[in-house]
């Protein structure tokens, strides 16, 4: 089985960093902790919202790196003077991943009974027309 590329594709020129993109994407194996929701809140903007009950704002992290807006969040453990007949909320750490195309950025962000909101907008490409000249040989 023959896989297909974008550089088999003579008339796209210039996307090897989208396929490369797409791979660093399918491989970020994310676990379904913290559940979140991701909703266009206009034509140019996002909100992704995770549940993040327990956590405080010191203990999450918002970061873009490479065109990856990165959400890590990581508890103190306090009950080292506590004692649990059952425990089901777990004290655990958890890092999303989401790829930002080209144009997005991160807004602010705001904690609201439990959930966490990241807002994200989107500039409106320019319409680009360009002449090129041919040189006589």
């Known amino acids: ?5 974008l550089g088999s ?3 796209m020129l210039g996307f090897e ?7 660093r994407t399918a491989k970020t194996g994310n676990e379904g902790y913290p559940p979140f929701n991701i909703e266009q809140t206009s034509d140019l903007s996002y909100r992704i ?5 327990g956590f405080r704002e010191e203990d999450l992290s918002i970061t ?3 065109r990856q807006l990165v959400i ?7 009950s080292a003077d506590r004692v649990f007949l059952h425990r089901g909320i777990a004290a655990r750490q958890f890092q999303r991943s989401f790829v930002l195309a080209d144009g997005v950025e991160v807004g602010e ?14 500039s409106r490409p320019e319409t680009v027309v360009q002449t090129i ?3 006589k040989g």
């Open 72 to 78: 890590r969040g990581r508890q103190q453990d306090d």
């Open 9 to 11: 594709y003579p008339h």
């Open 133 to 135: 000249q041919i040189k």
């Open 17 to 23: 960093q989208l396929e490369r993109l797409l791979e």
């Open 109 to 122: 962000a705001a904690m609201e009974n439990g959930l966490l909101h990241v807002d994200l907008t989107r």
């Open 49 to 53: 919202t995770l549940a993040v009950a």
């Open 1 to 5: 089985m023959t896989k297909h590329t």
């Open 64 to 66: 873009v790196e490479d």
